[in-house]
């Protein structure tokens, strides 16, 4: 009950860091980042993910996150073959997403 109370506030605490960032153009990546973030959230609240895999699919995505965030930094920006990179690294994690929502209990 503790872990679902401390995840449900972690995650209205980013969901209010991302309204504050409203000002600032979001790249594709951010935009699908958040839309994961949402898919773990509604899967951990309809029950669909239970508390070990949504732990698993948050680190994994918050590890996707990072590296994302390097690569913008790195050299100013994207190159082609990271864009390329990150698309392929995105698309992974949405199969694991909707993989591990729709298994068989």
Request: charged share 40%; glycine share 8%.
């Amino acid at each position: 009950m503790t872990r679902r109370i401390l995840g449900f506030t972690l995650s209205a605490l980013l969901a209010g860091a991302g309204m504050m960032q409203t000002g600032f153009a979001q790249t594709r990546s951010d935009k699908r980042s958040d839309n994961q973030q949402k898919r773990i959230n509604d899967g951990k609240a309809d029950g669909s993910l239970n508390d070990k895999e949504a732990a698993r699919l948050q680190k994994q995505n918050d590890a996707l996150d990072k590296k994302l965030e390097r690569d913008k930094v790195d050299g100013g920006g994207y190159t082609k073959r990271e864009k390329a990179r990150n698309e392929v690294r995105q698309d992974r994690q949405s199969h694991r997403i909707a993989k591990q929502r729709h298994d068989k209990k």
